[in-house]
């Protein structure tokens, strides 16, 4: 697929942040450590990807505004259009050299989401889309799975850490979601979640209590991949309120229905 400018920008600066975090992985037991709060780490591969990440797409688009996890937000002189950027999703993995973790970025313009790369460099798998163009991993087009029952398919969710409030809420979705299908996967990052659900690896995906840079990128594959994407809460939205449910369409409105109950 023929990309635009900022896709390809965004592309360029997931690989080269990549690179750097590979590095680090091998030797993540030098890596200086610092918690945030329970179960929340920050690593200097966060603070470093994020340093790349920065250079990279604020270089090239100065006039942008920026949203990054640990780096915080700036007004771009365009109001119109930001960076929303996690520059490492699965640090708690991450730390734990288990490799599952991946970059994410977002272009959003006018309040909607137009671009998306999440990148895994552990797996070489480069995930993106561009509104109305598609979703892709490396060179394949990607479609959500076509699943339509519930026993056969898989769900992917977040299990709250550090005492996090939603718990209680998350046990009750499990209870009700465990028994009628085929398993529900906690895999410690949200950004990897969304692209499993663009490439049809898990028939669905819902999370609560997120951040925006957690889900800007992914929401958008899921998309273009064909999939539904809605706010847990009908009412909410999903960047602002940071709660997500996703699916394929076939199976959507019973997942939606175990969940909201
Ligand atoms: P992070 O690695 O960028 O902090 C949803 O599960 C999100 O919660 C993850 O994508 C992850 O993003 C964040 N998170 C923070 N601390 C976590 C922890 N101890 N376990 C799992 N996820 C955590
Ligand atoms: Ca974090
Ligand atoms: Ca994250
Ligand atoms: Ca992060």
């Not at 790349?52 to 640990?70: N, S, V």
């Not at 798998?125 to 109305?132: D, I, N, P, T, V």
């Not at 060179?139 to 959500?144: D, I, N, T, W």
């Not at 998350?170 to 659900?197: E, F, I, N, Q």
């Given at each position: ?6 896709l ?10 990549g ?5 680090d ?6 890596l ?9 780490f ?14 990279e ?7 942008y ?6 780096g ?34 977002g272009?959003?313009?006018?309040g ?6 999440v990148?895994d ?27 339509s029952?519930?026993?056969?398919s ?11 409030s ?10 009700r979601?465990?028994?009628?299908c ?14 499993y659900?663009?490439?049809g ?7 609560r ?14 998309k ?5 994407v809605e ?9 602002e ?21």
């Amino acid at each position: 697929m023929v990309g635009s400018a900022n896709l390809n920008i965004m592309i360029k600066a997931a690989r080269k942040a990549g690179r750097g975090l590979i590095k680090d992985f091998r030797e993540v037991e030098n890596l200086q450590v610092s918690v945030k709060g329970a179960g929340d780490f920050v690593s200097r591969a966060d603070l470093n990807a994020e340093k790349t990440l920065k250079e990279e797409l604020m270089g090239a688009r100065p006039t942008y505004g920026w949203l990054a996890e640990e780096g915080g937000e700036e007004a771009g002189q365009d109001p119109t259009r930001r960076w929303i950027v996690d520059p490492l999703d699965g640090t708690t993995n991450f730390l734990h050299g288990l490799p599952h973790w991946a970059i994410s970025i977002g272009l959003e313009h006018k309040g909607q989401i137009v671009a998306g790369v999440v990148f895994d460099p552990a797996k070489d798998e480069m995930f993106f889309a561009e509104k109305g163009a598609g979703a892709w991993m490396n060179e394949s087009r990607l479609r959500v799975s076509g699943r339509s029952r519930m026993i056969e398919s898989i769900f992917a969710t977040g299990l709250p850490f550090g005492g996090r409030s939603d718990l209680p809420a998350t046990l009750k979705d499990l209870g009700r979601l465990m028994p009628v299908c085929a398993g529900v996967r906690r895999w410690g990052s949200a950004a990897l979640d969304l692209a499993y659900v663009a490439a049809g690896r898990y028939d669905g995906y819902w999370e609560r209590r997120l951040n925006a840079w957690d889900l800007a990128a992914g929401l958008l594959i899921v998309k273009e991949a064909g999939g539904l994407v809605e706010p847990l809460d009908p009412a909410g939205d999903v960047l602002e309120n940071g709660e997500i449910i996703c699916g394929n369409e076939a199976i959507f409105s019973n997942f939606a229905k175990a969940i909201r109950g």
